[in-house]
């Protein structure tokens, strides 16, 4: 037994759960109201599928919209299968839930956003909950070193 509980990696699994569980009922009853997600996924991943012309134009993360239009969701444990258009070019793509970096429905300002720590420290995943507002705005940086990711605005997305 561990002299630690591993709360980190426990509110990672939780709020995959979470995700999964929204997904299942929107697999199941379609997007209620105004209801539609953003959702950023590291492209590297090894379980991601995803065409090659799009890891070629998105060779680290990518953001796509569930809102409009999809087909054939179909959610697992491990991710989920999803249709989307992309300029009148339907894809379907694999993306496991530890692929996930952020989860945003910016119709009720509600935003998750997994961090992966350095490799030298213990921890694997943390898992943070914000409000929309915070999440989009970029984090101080504690030894100001530049970061790999950009953040981006959904500002223009909001009603």
Same mark, same amino acid.
């Given at each position: 037994?561990?002299?630690?509980?591993?709360?980190?990696?426990?509110?990672?699994?939780?709020?995959?759960?979470?995700?999964?569980?929204?997904?299942?009922?929107?697999?199941?009853?379609?997007?209620?109201?105004?209801?539609?997600?953003?959702?950023? *996924?590291? !492209?590297?991943?090894? =379980?991601? #599928?995803?065409? @090659?012309?799009?890891?070629?134009?998105?060779?680290? $993360? %990518?953001?796509?919209?569930?809102?409009?239009?999809?087909?054939?969701?179909?959610?697992?444990?491990?991710?989920?299968?999803?249709?989307?258009?992309?300029?009148?070019?339907?894809?379907?793509?694999?993306?496991?839930?530890?692929?996930?970096?952020?989860?945003?429905?910016?119709?009720?300002?509600?935003?998750?956003? *997994?961090? !992966?720590?350095?490799? =030298?420290? #213990?921890?694997? @995943?943390?898992?943070?909950?914000?409000?929309?507002? $915070? %999440?989009?705005?970029?984090?101080?940086?504690?030894?100001?070193?530049?970061?790999?990711?950009?953040?981006?605005?959904?500002?223009?997305?909001?009603?």
């Amino acid at each position: 037994m561990t002299s630690t509980i591993d709360y980190g990696n426990l509110m990672h699994r939780a709020m995959r759960g979470l995700i999964q569980e929204v997904l299942t009922d929107i697999q199941k009853d379609g997007l209620p109201g105004q209801h539609h997600f953003f959702i950023t *996924f590291d !492209t590297m991943h090894p =379980d991601v #599928e995803i065409a @090659d012309w799009l890891s070629d134009r998105y060779p680290g $993360e %990518m953001t796509v919209v569930i809102q409009h239009w999809f087909d054939n969701l179909d959610v697992t444990g491990e991710g989920f299968t999803i249709t989307l258009n992309f300029g009148d070019n339907p894809e379907t793509l694999y993306i496991p839930y530890d692929a996930i970096k952020t989860f945003v429905d910016p119709s009720v300002e509600f935003g998750l956003r *997994f961090e !992966t720590q350095d490799e =030298d420290e #213990e921890t694997d @995943d943390d898992v943070e909950e914000a409000p929309m507002d $915070e %999440m989009v705005e970029p984090e101080e940086d504690k030894d100001d070193a530049p970061k790999e990711a950009e953040v981006v605005s959904l500002d223009q997305f909001r009603k």
